[in-house]
């Protein structure tokens, strides 16, 4: 099983913190799109196995019209053997939610909407201080209203992203976030630590002091608010950043991080299939220009044996089950296995891993850390 990811590469504004690859100038979407449906066909050899998700994100694919949509949903269907359960996850900016856009998403198959995951364009705050040092283009009732339409409208498989550790962000209007997600019944709630990627308004912000920077044991307190509400509001906090009630796991995010293969559509779109990573070129003139001379523009990386551990360790272990020590044996035989052990004990002493029926798995008190026990479990 596979999936295939889009990406849609223009936002109506440019948020504060984003280093996505986006433009606001929408101008190329029309050929954009038509793009994306050429590559899918000069990709269509890429996965030879079934898909089982299709993802939209961004930038901003809510951008798209109902025959941009339509079309690139078509050319997937013709060239790849698409599973009768397929879950379409599109990610939705808050105002591009209405009923006639609700409507066509149905209508499309959409069937998972995200209002922003990982890749961005998501509620981030429910309080309008926030909102508006983020320079994000919503206001706080949009962000309410529009998951009720969306609701109304019978996406019952919604996520939503939140970020925290912001400089705008009490404790207490952190749990007032996570209170109010739980009570519109979001199922499932992507929630990310701000970071400061270099190059964003962001970092020059806070080079300039024009705003305090980001204090990691603010995030590491608000890590902590979010776990305890989750759990008690019967999520599954089952990858570091990712709670869902049961039965609401992303299905194509989930296979990321179980190493299945994926195609990635579109200007910056990275691939994976199991021994190399592709990437295509973030740059959206070059891009199209090169698709309609029929060359698809991208880079590769052939894997090696110890990127691929590497890989599975770090993304196993942000997952509720852990590293899986009979799948890393298969990956890197018997001496990686024996390796990670010996690394893992002394995690294990300070109860921020423990080892359960064969899986090493991160602890709570761990949890906030786990990218930083990961690095240090690597295989070099
Ligand atoms: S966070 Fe999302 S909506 Fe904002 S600029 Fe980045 S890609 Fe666009």
Redesign the pocket.
């Known amino acids: 099983m596979a999936g295939i990811y889009i990406h849609i590469p223009f936002?109506k504004?440019?948020?504060n913190?984003?280093n996505?690859h986006?433009s606001v100038n929408k101008q190329a979407l029309p050929k954009m799109a038509e793009a994306i449906v050429v590559e899918t066909v000069l990709q269509k050899h890429y996965l030879n196995e079934p898909i089982e998700t299709i993802y939209f994100g961004?930038?901003?694919p809510s951008l798209l019209s109902a025959d941009q949509l339509n079309s690139i949903l078509a050319v997937i269907h013709q060239n790849f053997e698409v599973e009768k359960q397929v879950e379409i996850t599109l990610e939705a900016?808050p105002d591009d939610i209405n009923a006639s856009n609700l409507q066509v998403w149905k209508l499309a198959g959409i069937n998972r909407l995200s209002i922003?995951i990982q890749?961005?364009?998501g509620i981030q705050s429910f309080f309008e201080e926030d909102l508006q040092w983020m320079g994000?283009a919503h206001n706080a009732d949009q962000a309410i209203q529009c998951i009720e339409l969306a609701q109304a409208a019978g996406f019952d498989n919604l996520s939503i992203d939140l970020i925290y550790g912001g400089p705008t962000l009490s404790d207490g209007n952190w749990k007032q976030n996570i209170e109010r997600a739980i009570q519109l019944k979001i199922p499932h709630l992507s929630c990310y630590a701000l970071t400061v990627e270099p190059k964003t308004a962001l970092a020059k912000k806070i080079k300039e002091q024009a705003v305090p920077n980001v204090d990691p044991e603010k995030q590491a307190e608000h890590f902590a608010i979010l776990t305890e509400l989750t759990q008690l509001a019967g999520y599954e906090h089952y990858e570091i950043s990712n709670f869902a009630l049961p039965t609401k796991r992303s299905r194509h995010n989930a296979n990321y991080w179980q190493g299945k293969h994926y195609l990635g559509l579109g200007p910056a779109a990275h691939s994976f299939n199991g021994n190399s990573r592709q990437w295509n070129i973030a740059n959206n003139s070059l891009y199209i220009t090169a698709i309609q001379q029929q060359q698809i523009p991208f880079e590769i990386e052939h894997l090696t044996q110890q990127q691929k551990i590497n890989e599975y360790i770090m993304t196993a272990l942000r997952t509720m089950e852990g590293i899986n020590l009979t799948q890393l044996k298969t990956i890197g035989g018997e001496a990686a296995v024996d390796r990670i052990l010996k690394e893992a004990n002394r995690f294990i002493q300070e109860a921020t891993m423990s080892l359960e029926l064969n899986h090493l798995i991160i602890t709570p008190k761990g949890k906030f850390y786990a990218d930083g026990i990961a690095a240090e479990l690597f295989q070099l």
């Open positions: 936002c504004k440019a948020c913190y984003c996505f986006f961004g930038g901003t900016n922003g890749s961005s364009i994000r």
